[in-house]
């Protein structure tokens, strides 16, 4: 079943975030090339029409780059990641820094030391979680 983007509700459940669920089952597997094959399933379905969400496309990107890590492949992560990063902090939810925060915290695994883009991907983890939405102080409504 297929969903246009009339159908697509909080509630529903196309392709795309089918994907991001079957990723997180093959992370826990430690199944990195299914983990890209549900990456590419998500791409599939948006490219054939189905209806796109932010936070479900953040979530695959971050999931294929957490892919990329169980193959010792930083460069593949960045990759992945290098749109995420352009997310406006507006929308750089807790859902998604949090993830971000799982590649940053899988970065500090000793065979990244002498990785140069481990470190420069740390770098823009970090600088893309300091403008995220659950790094900014609350404010009150009087403020708004």
């Known amino acids: 079943m297929t969903f246009s983007g009339q159908d697509a509700t909080a509630w529903s459940c196309p392709r795309a975030r089918q994907a991001t669920y079957a990723l997180q089952v093959h992370l826990g597997a ?12 998500a791409d599939s379905a948006w490219a054939e029409g189905d209806a796109w969400v932010y936070g479900t496309w953040a979530q695959v990107r971050i999931g294929a ?16 990641l290098s749109s995420v990063f352009e997310i406006s902090p507006a929308f750089r939810v807790a859902t998604i820094s949090g993830r971000m925060k799982a590649i940053d915290r ?39």
């Open 106 to 144: 899988s970065l500090t695994h000793p065979r990244y030391r002498v990785s140069e883009a481990a470190k420069v991907l740390r770098e823009q983890i970090h600088a893309f979680c300091s403008d995220s939405l659950d790094a900014k102080p609350r404010q009150t409504l009087e403020a708004l």
């Open 30 to 41: 430690r199944d990195p090339d299914a983990m890209l094959r549900a990456a590419n399933i």
């Open 65 to 80: 780059a957490l892919a990329h890590l169980l193959k010792d492949d930083p460069e593949g992560s960045a990759a992945e």
